[in-house]
């Protein structure tokens, strides 16, 4: 069995389990600064005391405060201590879904409070001690753990990665149902960043790594991560659903179809799969555990949008993304936006083909050509 996770000091590995970690509360009508404080302030029932460890400045101080007036304890606190502790360390993580992805993430192993100092909450220092604030962390992870979005992915590790654009930040994860591995790529940081920037972009490895021009797949991405970077902070999920969640090798067998003349819809349908298998809602497992809310979304594509809505993510904006056509990958383009529904968009001018009717316009007495705009079909990778 592996070995136990300890905790003890706030800002260690662990140290978001810890009461003392910054982690406003909204409790009785107040912002608490952290657990610890609301902890020491329930011993009291004189409301001067209770505010003055509620304006404590560190949770630190706030503890010192309880003793300094553990004359005035409260006469029932012995019997009520745990069902509090059970409520403030529930309301904790309820109120701040990242620390409940986090706790999550820490699997199966056992937990306990490192504490010398308590052996009632914590673990004695040398193991003796009851553990209570370990257990109920125990018995909250796994409540967490069957209960959406928690059990959609797991956070497995993260490591730096250079590209020509800047380094991001590459965060593996599992996603739990179908045990496929997924990035998100961060870049800068996104906890100062209220609505990041962010693109869901589905694995396309003969338009991301083998310079295919029959997609626009791996220019949409290469944009995708450039605009990121000049935004200063972003998000790239990088989803693996190959040919729009067929696989490889069936997106081989449609690209041969399509070569003897059928559309890429219809060479879907013909080796038997719908159009678009790809998913989004456990994405919100992934964003969620990087403490993300709400996001601007780059897509051309509406679906993406309900989907990630659907899926729990605030979609606040959508940004579009152009980048990638060329004379190999027209019709797919063409078939992509009349059958799969993705957004044509009045682009700037330069973007868009414009055709001019020898009419005059009905509204207007102006001389001057009318203008039918062709949208022009902006993404590639949906
Ligand atoms: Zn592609």
Same mark, same amino acid.
């Given at each position: 069995m592996a070995d136990p996770i300890l905790f003890y000091e706030p800002f260690d590995e662990h140290g978001f389990l810890s009461n003392f970690y910054p982690s406003n509360i909204l409790l009785e009508s107040k912002v608490w600064p952290t657990s610890e404080h609301?902890? !020491?302030?329930? $011993?009291?029932?004189?409301? !001067?005391?209770?505010n003055a460890i509620y304006s404590a400045p560190t949770p630190e101080k706030a503890f010192e405060l309880s003793r300094t007036y553990q004359d005035e304890v409260r006469a029932n606190w012995e019997e009520i201590k745990w069902q509090t502790m059970d409520f403030i360390v529930r309301e904790k993580f309820s109120q701040?879904? #990242?620390l409940a992805f986090w706790l999550v993430n820490t699997g199966s192993e056992e937990i306990k409070e490192h504490s010398h100092k308590d052996s009632y909450w914590g673990d004695g220092g040398d193991? =003796?001690?009851? /553990?209570?604030?370990?257990?109920? &962390?125990m018995t909250i992870r796994a409540e967490l753990c069957t209960t959406s979005p928690y059990n959609l992915t797991r956070f497995v590790d993260v490591a730096k990665l250079p590209? !020509?654009?800047g380094e991001f930040q590459m965060n593996a994860f599992v996603e739990l149902e179908h045990d496929k591995e997924h990035l998100a790529l961060v870049y800068g940081d996104i906890s100062q960043v209220d609505t990041p920037l962010i693109r869901l972009h589905s694995e396309c490895l003969t338009g991301d790594a083998l310079f295919s021009d029959r997609c626009d797949c791996g220019y949409q991405l290469a944009r995708a991560l450039q605009n990121i970077v000049n935004e +200063?902070?972003?998000?790239?999920?990088?989803l693996r659903q190959e040919g729009r969640g067929i696989g490889l090798l069936n997106k081989v067998r449609a690209y041969h179809l399509q070569d003897d003349g059928a559309d890429t819809v219809q060479a879907n349908e013909r080796l038997g799969f719908p159009?678009?298998?790809?998913?989004?809602e456990f994405c919100q497992g992934m964003l +969620?555990?990087?403490?993300?809310? #709400?996001?601007?979304?780059? =897509? /051309?594509?509406?679906? $993406?949008? $309900?989907? &990630?809505?659907?899926? +729990?993510?605030?979609?606040i904006d959508r940004v579009s993304l152009q980048e990638g056509k060329n004379p190999h990958n027209e019709n797919y383009l063409k078939t992509k936006a009349s059958k799969l529904g993705i957004c044509w968009t009045l682009l700037s001018l330069n973007r868009v083909f414009l055709i001019p009717l020898k009419r005059r316009s009905p509204l207007s007495n102006v001389r001057g050509l009318v203008f039918t705009v062709l949208y022009r079909l902006e993404e590639g990778n949906y």
């Open positions: 609301y902890y !020491q302030a329930k $011993k009291f029932t004189s409301p !001067q005391i209770i701040n879904s #990242q193991g =003796t001690g009851e /553990n209570h604030l370990g257990r109920i &962390l590209t !020509q654009w +200063g902070a972003g998000i790239l999920l990088y159009a678009d298998m790809r998913r989004y +969620g555990y990087l403490g993300v809310k #709400q996001v601007r979304l780059m =897509t /051309n594509n509406p679906r $993406k949008v $309900k989907a &990630l809505e659907k899926a +729990g993510i605030n979609v």
